[in-house]
């Protein structure tokens, strides 16, 4: 299983990134994914994550309504509008094996394999 992340980069305060994360390795539909991003000095922490349908997605309250998780084919994407400082962080996806077609994983311990991370850097 390969996860690969990228669409990070350095924004001012307001802009908007869209990240993605390719799965190369088989049937992407097997698998719940989800975002998780971690800053300096901090613990990783959960962002959004959406079902294996895609019909059924959870986000973080710190990002809800700012930020949309999506998927299609072998892509998942976060779509992050309005950024804030309080954004940066390295942003990592992941995959979930196991999951029912409607559920929605929100804890780190759910997802088995995790691409490298991409980092996103807003200033104020």
């Known amino acids: 299983v390969q996860l690969q992340a990228s669409g990070g980069g350095l924004v001012q305060a307001r802009a908007s990134l869209r990240l993605s994360c390719v799965y190369y390795?088989?049937?992407?539909?097997?698998?719940?994914m989800g975002w998780f991003r971690q800053a300096p000095g901090k613990e990783r922490e959960f962002v959004a994550a959406i079902s294996r349908s895609g019909r059924r997605i959870y986000t973080a309250d710190s990002v809800k309504g700012r930020f949309i998780i999506s998927r299609y084919r072998n892509t998942m994407t976060l779509q992050m509008n309005s950024l804030k400082p309080e954004d940066t962080a390295a942003y990592f996806c992941?995959?979930?094996?196991?999951?029912?077609?409607?559920?929605?994983?929100?804890?780190?311990?759910?997802?088995?394999?995790w691409g490298q991370g991409t980092q996103v850097t807003v200033s104020s």
């Open positions: 390795g088989g049937t992407f539909e097997y698998y719940a």
């Open positions: 992941a995959l979930g094996r196991g999951a029912g077609w409607e559920e929605v994983r929100t804890k780190e311990s759910q997802y088995a394999d």
